[in-house]
């Protein structure tokens, strides 16, 4: 089995959330790559570092730029052929992205994975998380969004080899026009190291020490 993982960039930099997605690769067992695409991006060291990941596969290009589902579903489709699986963080770009991906491949998708069976069987939450299903993929290619909660980030004592990747695919569909990006101190829930919730029990904020 081979595995492709498609990282997370946050400003050109590798998001926490991508060692999480190698976790869950891991937990499947295979050769596990990692697709690093975009413009300028400067992650593909970083990448390396992972641990259980063979070879960082780089596509840099303007047409790769702000991860677009277009041009980005259009090179996986061109990438996939070689892998038996596909993952993604089930953050806002893991499922623009992949839902592209599965149809241009004609296979379904398993979204938001927190825990693998085994290579073709995974457990998702469903019913608002009240219930967990666990489902089963015949598909060739498994097309799959991981929760990254759902597992612990691997390390980072790796020394992956890279390679750029030299498909430029034709993107007339789509184009960036601008980003807003909400501030604030806290930080993502998704990617908090630490989670603290209370309700009326607490009865005011200073009791959260307890």
Do not use: C, W
């Not at 060692?19 to 891991?26: K, S």
């Not at 975009?38 to 990448?47: D, I, K, L, S, T």
């Not at 579903?73 to 993952?87: K, R, S």
């Not at 953050?91 to 998708?109: E, H, I, M, Y």
Request: proline share 2%; charged share 20%.
């Amino acid at each position: 089995m081979s595995i492709l993982v498609l990282a997370d960039l946050h400003e050109g930099q590798l998001a926490g959330a991508t060692a999480h997605v190698v976790a869950a690769a891991q937990a499947i067992g295979g050769d596990i790559d990692v697709l690093v695409a975009g413009e300028g991006v400067q992650a593909a060291a970083e990448a390396a570092k992972l641990d259980g990941v063979s070879k960082v596969r780089v596509a840099d290009n303007a047409v790769y730029a702000h991860q677009l589902a277009e041009p980005m579903g259009a090179l996986l489709a061109e990438l996939a052929d070689g892998y038996t699986h596909v993952l993604a963080s089930a953050s806002t770009t893991g499922k623009n992205v992949l839902p592209r991906l599965a149809a241009l491949k004609d296979v379904s998708q398993l979204s938001d994975v927190i825990a693998v069976d085994s290579a073709d069987t995974f457990k998702r939450p469903i019913y608002a998380g009240n219930a967990i299903a666990t489902v089963k993929s015949d598909d060739v290619l498994k097309v799959i969004t991981v929760r990254s909660t759902g597992f612990d980030a691997v390390g980072t004592s790796g020394s992956a080899t890279v390679e750029a990747v030299d498909v430029v695919v034709d993107n007339s569909q789509s184009s960036f026009v601008k980003e807003e990006l909400a501030q604030s101190d806290r930080p993502e829930l998704g990617g908090a190291k630490v989670v603290i919730s209370g309700g009326r029990g607490m009865v005011n904020g200073e009791n959260f020490k307890l």
